[in-house]
């Protein structure tokens, strides 16, 4: 290899280092602006429903809005691929990221019906925006980087919870936040725009690029998603030989049939099991957990704090240490998050009354009440959630390097239908229960994803870079 070629590739690695970055502080923007609005919503929409019976809106509004989001963002899905096919993976982000702009400007002129169709515009934009962000990423990687692109991804991504955190205590000790939501939701949306601009300001993704001279005579299997390249590169922009939106439609359709996707459809499902209950059952847990004594809700400002700052720290250490994890594979962290998961769920079912989803309750758990303990799990929470996301993202990079916008429209689909019937039945099922179904699918999806990660590795040639 000749020095000027070492000197090509050094500064392809670091171009490729700040485009993954660029993209995270775009998402850290947009979701930080998205995610602090929604801990607001349901509780001002109620006010509205208080003060203004004429726009229609109700007290259960926040919560058909969120179902709303989920369902357009469930079957959406599908639709994604073509979109980004057309528009490519950077426009489609963008396109993705201006519709959650649109949803909260909307609340300068509330009523039932805009609220409930700009839901629907941004479950619509937020299937494009994730599938685009996961195509656009696996575009910037190799195989031998994209373990540590998706941990630093998602770390940046994830302190959008605790900016969220630091909002949600401001709120909760000052009643001057509660009087000027307007100013909020302006300041929300600006914020998001940026987020918006950030993600139009990214560079362009690269073209597959043969470094080998006998590449040419390598196979590509579409639906399968991978080629016989030696060269570890992974881009997903060689899906461009599909141009039309029908072919890309159908390659998703296909690719779902595969044996390998129906392994990883248990995996995605309970991934949207668990972020239903770390994003919004256990903090109404905590809040109706009356014996914690937390008369200012204060709890649930800690909670976003601690989720964030596991998820942050499970995202930096599998990112940090993914070039020593990527020689003994993806099943270590998923074992680990599986352990962190169950004992978890256990300790919250020790802690936690059975009814806390459902209503306030002065009742106790199996033990004395522990505040400490429940901050613990939220922090397990996070650190678990991140053991699973970062290497979801991971496998579907090496794996579907191909046509990965469909690989990804996938993994949404079935984690954003999860959490759309979990959402549901999150409101009527007693705690125990709900414990219960994640704890199976946990085991479950350990169970499905070790076999495609095996053969993710049987496909591995060493990396490039040491």
Known sequence: MSCRTLRRRVLNMEKDLRAIIHLGIAFMLI???????????????????????????NDKSGYYSLAIIYFFFTISNFFAPPIINILGSKWA???????????????FCLNSVSLYLLSALAGFGAAVLWTGQGAYMVAWSRVD??????GITWALLQTCLVFGGVFLFSLLLSDSLASSMRLLYLIFASVCAVGVLTLALLPKPPVEQQELSDDDDDDVNVVEGRSNSMTRIVRSSVAANITTWKDEFRNTLRLLTTRRMLLLSFVFVFSGLELTFFSGVYSTCLLAFLALDDNHGVIVAYNAFLLGAGQIVGGLLFGIFS???????RNPVIFLGTVVHITTFFLIFLNIPMEAPLHKTGAQ??????YTLALVCSFLLGFADSCWNTQIYSLLGCLYSINSSNAFALFKFFQSLAACISFFYGSVLLLHWQLLIMTVFAVLASLCFFPVEWEALSMSVPPIYS
């Open 93 to 107: 982000m963008a396109f993705g990221g201006s519709t959650y702009v649109f949803f909260m400007l909307g609340f």
């Open 323 to 329: 070039r020593r994890t990527v020689f003994s594979g």
């Open 31 to 57: 979701f930080s602006a998205f995610n602090s609005q929604g801990f607001i919503e349901i509780s001002y929409l109620r006010d509205v429903a208080r003060d203004d019976p004429s726009s229609g809106i």
């Open 365 to 370: 758990g199996y033990i004395t009440p522990s």
């Open 145 to 150: 980087t994209i373990t540590r692109n998706s």
